[in-house]
């Protein structure tokens, strides 16, 4: 089976931007090239595109995953641009991504003007290249449960049916139809797999959660990666 990719990318002239599209292609690179080079024919990007890939077994699937998690960001309902972070955006795609070893590694693409401190210097030791990936960090419901201050028995709504409801048990725990199981088992048992991304197709209904009353658990994402706690 041939590799396919999620790519993120962000693009100078469009501060406040991030693109997230898909490939089957060989080399990743090379779509990504093909943006900056095939709008400038037109003049329409005067510079080149930068971000990351990452490798998933369904490109598409995780490609529209992601759009539907950030659709309430996204810049024009007809085009692939949301208003987050880079970074933000590549976690988001990360959950979708196959593991090597027990890690989910984001790959460097682009002209990258500045590459952050946290990148895989391993890989340009004793060369002249720049180093190729970066190990991002995926935050458990468990520890997004902690830090948004959900309370065993507080309840949760899922975004799309009110009527869809389970109780936080503590830890990665909630209680679905009576039963425990994590939150992505309860969501492809309620709703299928169409959701698989499914923390953050949730609510915190409780006005009495002080942190973040009757807000969407991505939303809380957002706001403790924007802190730095993701």
């Known amino acids: 089976m041939s590799k396919q990719y999620v790519y993120v990318v962000e693009n100078p002239a469009m501060p406040g931007l991030v693109k997230i599209g898909s490939t089957k292609q060989e080399d990743p690179e090379v779509r990504v090239r093909s943006l900056y080079s095939a709008a400038g024919k037109t003049s329409g990007v005067p510079d080149p595109f930068y971000g990351y890939y990452v490798e998933?077994?369904?490109?598409?699937?995780?490609?529209?995953?992601?759009h539907q998690i950030l659709d309430e960001k996204r810049h024009n309902p007809r085009r692939e641009f949301f208003e987050v972070g880079l970074d933000f955006a590549c976690?988001?795609?990360?959950?979708?991504?196959?593991?090597?070893?027990?890690?989910?590694n984001a790959w460097y693409v682009g002209d990258w003007a500045d590459v952050p401190e946290d990148a895989d210097m391993e890989s340009a030791e004793n060369t002249d290249e720049p180093p190729k990936s970066r190990r991002m960090r995926v935050m458990r419901f468990k520890e997004l449960a902690e830090k948004a201050g959900i309370q065993?028995?507080?309840?949760?709504?899922?975004?799309?049916?009110?009527?869809i409801t389970v109780v936080y048990l503590g830890e990665d725990m909630v209680s679905c139809d009576g039963k425990p199981m994590s939150l992505a088992a309860a969501t492809m048992r309620k709703v299928g797999g169409e959701y698989r991304l499914s923390a953050h197709h949730w609510w915190i209904t409780s006005e009495n959660n002080q942190k973040y009353p009757n807000t969407l658990l991505w939303e809380i994402r957002l706001n403790l990666h924007e802190q730095g706690g993701d």
């Open 91 to 104: 976690c988001i795609v990360l959950m979708d991504a196959i593991e090597e070893n027990g890690e989910r």
């Open 152 to 163: 065993k028995k507080e309840i949760l709504t899922f975004k799309r049916n009110s009527s």
């Open 56 to 66: 998933v077994e369904d490109a598409g699937e995780t490609e529209k995953k992601a």
